[in-house]
């Protein structure tokens, strides 16, 4: 199967600070990657849908002005969480499609903690 | 709104026991229905899939059928090994390749 990669599969950050996670399709082209979010047993849940060359679309209930999505080129989106507060410690994973009808492969996740 | 119930874990069997995870949605229109696997360290990987009803996904042994008339999408494997534990997510899309609705996830754990 095609390989998504995510990076940094681990960081800590001090409050205040903004954080970029990284996902990148590595042998494939990705129209569409999907941002999820994990809490400590809970569900993956959906943030937001990137399309290449496009603006997000962010779920409802998230703060698009603090988690930045930008789907630069078809192989490259990042996320961005600014200003960071221990709320935010949470499961970052990303997922990504090569077009639609075709399986979405996901990265290996971020976790994230906010001191 | 789409959602799914999937059973809560851990769930701990013995090599070679038989294995059910239990999965039920909430679907407007005939959604498709997967099941993905999540290894220590690892990313989600898709386990199986199907896309209508009756349809049973397989694969490394694990089955699962589409059962419109119970809503469910039950996971099943009629022997597990160690290497099977893993954390087991049922999921639900509108169709293939687009955004994911995800249970809680089961943890498996199974020892020799």
């Known amino acids: 199967g095609a390989v998504v990669s995510q990076h940094p599969s681990r960081v800590i950050c001090k409050s205040g600070t903004s954080v970029k996670i990284e996902c990148r399709s590595l042998d494939f082209q990705a129209t569409t990657m999907f941002w999820y979010r994990q809490f400590p047993k809970q569900s993956l849940m959906l943030m937001a849908t990137?399309?290449?060359?496009?603006?997000?679309?962010?779920e409802q209930g998230v703060e698009k002005d603090k988690f930045l999505i930008n789907h630069a080129s078809l192989t490259l989106s990042t996320l961005t969480v600014t200003s960071a507060h221990p709320e935010d410690s949470s499961f970052y994973i990303c997922s990504a499609t090569k077009t639609v009808n075709t399986e979405a492969f996901f990265g290996q996740g971020t976790r994230l903690t906010v001191v | 709104g789409n959602s799914v119930t999937q059973m809560e874990g851990p769930v701990t069997l013995s090599e070679e026991a038989f294995l059910t995870i239990n999965c039920t949605y909430t679907a407007t229109g005939y959604p498709s229905l997967f099941w993905y696997v999540q290894y220590p360290g690892e990313g989600l990987q898709l386990l199986l899939k199907?896309?209508?009803?009756?349809d049973k996904g397989s694969n490394k042994g694990f089955e699962a059928t589409y059962r419109k008339e119970t809503t469910s999408f039950h996971l099943e494997k009629g022997s597990v090994q160690v290497s099977d534990s893993a954390v087991y997510f049922c999921?639900?899309?509108?169709?293939?390749?687009?955004?994911?609705?995800f249970g809680k996830g089961t943890t498996l754990s199974v020892s020799s």
């Open positions: 999921a639900l899309s509108d169709r293939v390749g687009t955004a994911l609705i």
């Open positions: 990137s399309n290449e060359g496009s603006k997000a679309t962010y």
């Open positions: 199907a896309t209508k009803a009756d």
